[in-house]
């Protein structure tokens, strides 16, 4: 016998050495005795086999296989959330007594997270007669709120204070334990997010190899004479209701056998049900002495002798000791259940216990307590007892739903203005055209419609080594860019620009970007060559000519002094004359969404649109010369940059604009300024989950009303957390523990609700960004009359690129609004710089063209 196994009878807490010396038994009485006892210990691997078995037949029933055994149940209880300390409220519950015979109204009143406390209040009625027999309609009805099992009301009634309980173990008249599953793990539940409470039923349980051997001829016996033969094996062995029956079995057989009461047994002793389970408890209650134990004996009409009463205990100790071993087994099981749910190698966890035998029993608890700690070594388990049986847990499920549905409604109210109809996103689409064409004509517009002299994508002739630089995005860049017959070759390096220098003085700024690009002049070895540049410079500029761009005003975390209103190029040389050493040719000044349109159109001669999506939003596109009233000339094409970002700040997105989004502007570098922008990129989106989470924990919806001081603290939540969270591979587990990082301890509920929050403001993002998508293909399918158009779009941005979900809502959004074009996305893959080095070779070409 193993440790486990000697947990039994003979060290037990309180457990006499039996039988006692020199009793006046009959010869062989001991080992009569010992042989009965016998057949009652459990050794460790018996336990262990219990468990394993049992585990796996819990597994089985969760993947919705039917065992060839009837196996455990698992039967899913809709209760999808333990209680949160923050419930409040008066709450009444109906508990109808096991007879039926008796109606229990209990009364409980929750106070809240303030001194969190239970206060339930109860009277017992008796049901009359002709009620109970009645037609069973009488003058009042009553709404049923929840139907809950005993277990799960223990485990909803549990106390919080002491960490998560989330089981529940309840050892009555019959046994069974629920817990809290991943829901994603039960396959009758279509859902793949949150928990539910799982009633085990482990009552049922009855693998053959397991409890076979553990069985006794009492066992046999007991399920042959009772209602149910053959089923609840696992029940009748631990179940309050049939310890006494056991007793009774070894009692009456011992004294057949002459071993007790003098041979005699009592027409009592010999009637199914007569021992108690209150009997069992009172005679092996160490402080109830012997003349307690005659009493009992005596009640039952049997006449004991004096060492009888030692005899009796002792089979009731072996009889009950097993019990809480193999109920210990099961609720092993259980924990490695959720060791393995939850992938927790080490498992903390408390257990609330409830029913009869824990509450009468003296040992029961103990013993449990002891064989659990040696079955799940790897678990910090605390039994939390049930103060009030399940019906305060039951107040205490109504309570929950009801907090749920509470915090459902105020969730689906604030995310309400975030989820936009087909109708909505159609007058964007229109409001965006109208703009466009206004813009174009020069009229008043949010939309500036930039021109930017690039009237041709690269036809392929383009050669030569050129430089450029990449400046507005995550990264700023200086590239070496080798145009040649094999295709294009990059080289580049990423410099820092510290948040002092983007908004410090504009001279500080431009000697940086001279100082990055000398540092990689010298590393490439290009030191003194003058090769010619082209530059990316991320924000509204307006152009005169490919090399003059008045920077209009700065946008994203840019706010460099005396720049707006200077022409940047000018900006560049003066920062070049003023490091001496230097000599840079520069050709081109090109905007990021036009530098993606050219680095794309060089693979793809339909790519006429350059998008981004990335710390800021814009998109170009190739418009007809004719339709831009600022250049000269009727024939041809002009690339346009239309600074999207800038639409509505003339108030025309004001419909649309949230509380949040109000929020997020006016604690902005440039309040009012870039409305559109704000609602879609990168730089905005993760604040404006911020502030939302915020509004939801002064509601009570989050955190448990708790601000945090991390969530005060802006930017704290970067939008590359929202395409972590709605990552489709990431279970909540991991949405908990990225937010933890964060600093935000929060409940499953709570994990579920903040991905709610990502995924709605993501969503509205693409939705509105494919809304502008659309009105632009389709104002190029109109400007050339045809009747369906095949486009490509050039696309960048660290957004779009890493969400896993903004592309498709993109795509899916322009189909809807734009059916008569056929637009294909591509992603840019090298950046804008190479564009504006295409953009140079285009330009250095054709000035050679009009030199010869
Ligand atoms: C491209 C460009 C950058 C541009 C960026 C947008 O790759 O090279 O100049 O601004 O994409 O993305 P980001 O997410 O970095 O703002
Ligand atoms: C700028 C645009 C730029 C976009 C994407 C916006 O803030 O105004 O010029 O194209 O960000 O980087």
């Avoid at 009461?261 to 092996?284: K, N």
Wanted: aromatic fraction near 4%; glycine fraction near 10%; charge should be negative.
């Amino acid at each position: 016998m193993d440790s486990i196994g000697s947990l039994g009878l003979q060290q037990g807490e309180g457990a006499p050495s039996c039988p006692q010396e020199g009793l006046p038994c009959p010869s062989n009485s001991s080992e009569m005795v010992q042989e009965c006892l016998q057949q009652f210990k459990v050794t460790g691997a018996q336990l262990r086999q219990i468990q394993t078995s049992l585990l796996g037949s819990m597994e089985q029933a969760l993947r919705g296989q039917v065992g060839p055994a009837p196996a455990v149940r698992m039967l899913p209880t809709y209760v999808g959330s333990t209680p949160h300390g923050t419930e409040k409220g008066d709450f009444v519950v109906l508990e109808l007594g096991a007879t039926g015979a008796s109606l229990r109204v209990l009364w409980v009143t929750l106070t809240g997270i303030e001194g969190h406390k239970v206060e339930p209040r109860s009277q017992e009625f008796v049901i009359p007669q002709e009620v109970m027999l009645g037609p069973g309609q009488q003058a009042y009805s009553i709404d049923v709120v929840a139907v809950v099992n005993d277990t799960v009301g223990t485990m909803m009634g549990c106390e919080p204070g002491v960490g998560p309980c989330e089981v529940g173990l309840v050892v009555d008249t019959g046994t069974n334990a629920c817990y809290m599953e991943e829901a994603r793990h039960v396959a009758v539940l279509d859902e793949d997010r949150g928990r539910v409470c799982i009633s085990i039923e482990w009552g049922s349980f009855s693998d053959e190899g397991a409890l076979g051997p553990v069985q006794t001829i009492f066992d046999h016996t007991l399920d042959h004479e009772s209602l149910n033969p053959g089923a609840q094996r696992f029940e009748k062995m631990i179940g309050g209701l049939y310890l006494g029956e056991l007793v009774r079995l070894v009692l009456v057989h011992l004294a057949q056998r002459g071993v007790l009461f003098g041979g005699h047994t009592s027409p009592v002793l010999r009637s199914q049900g007569s021992i108690l389970l209150e009997h069992v408890a009172e005679m092996e209650d160490p402080s109830a002495g012997a003349a307690r134990v005659h009493a009992v004996l005596q009640d039952l009409g049997l006449n004991p002798k004096a060492s009888d009463a030692e005899w009796v205990q002792c089979v009731c100790m072996a009889v009950c000791t097993r019990a809480a071993q193999l109920c210990a087994a099961a609720l092993a099981a259980v924990l490695s259940r959720l060791q393995h749910s939850r992938e927790q190698q080490a498992l903390q966890i408390a257990v609330a216990t409830g029913g009869r035998v824990f509450e009468r029993h003296p040992r029961f608890l103990s013993v449990l307590r002891e064989t659990v700690m040696l079955l799940a070594p790897n678990c910090d388990v605390s039994f939390i007892p049930s103060v009030d049986g399940g019906g305060r847990g039951v107040a205490m499920v109504t309570a929950v739903a009801a907090r749920l549905a509470a915090h459902r409604r105020l969730l689906e109210e604030t995310l309400a203005p975030f989820r936009l109809t087909r109708e909505q996103l159609a007058e964007v689409q229109a409001q965006m055209r109208e703009a466009m064409a206004k813009g174009l004509q020069g009229e008043a517009s949010s939309l500036r419609m930039l021109p930017t002299y690039v009237r041709a994508t690269p036809d392929g002739s383009e050669r030569g080594d050129f430089l450029a630089l990449d400046l507005g995005g995550t990264n700023f860049r200086v590239l070496l860019v080798r145009v040649t017959t094999g295709g294009v070759q990059i080289s580049s390096q990423i410099y820092s620009i510290p948040e002092c220098v983007a908004q410090g003085s504009g001279q500080q700024l431009f000697d940086h970007i001279v100082d990055c690009i000398v540092d990689f002049q010298q590393k490439q070895g290009l030191s003194g060559q003058s090769l010619p540049l082209g530059f990316t410079f991320s924000f509204p500029c307006r152009q005169m000519g490919l090399d003059q761009g008045i920077l209009l005003n700065w946008t994203k975390g840019f706010n460099a002094s005396d720049c707006e209103g200077q022409d940047v190029v000018c900006l560049l040389r003066e920062a070049i004359r003023r490091r001496q050493a230097v000599e840079l040719n520069v050709v081109a000044i090109v905007n990021d969404t036009v530098g993606t349109m050219m680095s794309c159109g060089y693979e793809d001669p339909h790519c006429e649109v350059g998008l981004i999506v990335g710390t800021g939003t814009n998109v170009c596109y190739m418009e007809e010369l004719r339709n831009v009233a600022s250049v000269d000339g009727d024939s041809g094409q002009m690339c346009i940059n239309t600074e999207w970002g800038a639409f509505g700040d003339d108030g025309s997105l004001s419909m649309l604009s949230t509380r949040f989004d109000a929020s997020v502007d006016q604690a902005s570098i440039n309040p009012g300024k870039q409305r559109f922008e704000k609602m879609i990129s990168g730089m905005y989106l993760g604040e404006i989950v911020r502030h939302i989470l915020l509004h939801l924990t002064s509601l009570g919806v989050l955190f448990r009303g708790q601000q945090t001081q991390r969530l005060q603290t802006r930017d704290i939540f970067k939008t590359k957390f929202l395409s972590e969270i709605e990552s489709d591979s990431l279970a909540l587990r991991q949405v908990r523990a990225i937010l933890e990082d964060l600093g935000l301890p929060l409940t499953s509920d709570d994990a579920l609700m903040v991905l709610e929050v990502c995924q709605a403001v993501s969503q509205r993002a693409a939705q509105l960004c494919g809304a502008g998508v659309a009105a632009v293909v389709e104002k190029i399918r109109e400007n050339r009359g045809l009747e369906e158009l095949t486009i490509s779009v050039g696309v960048d941005g660290t957004l779009y690129k890493l969400h896993p979900h903004f592309s498709s809502l993109v795509a899916a959004t322009v189909r809807e609004l734009a059916p008569r074009c056929v637009v294909t996305f591509l992603q840019s893959e090298d950046g804008s710089g190479k564009g504006a080095a295409l953009v140079t070779a285009v330009a250095c070409r054709l000035a050679q063209r009009t030199r010869i």
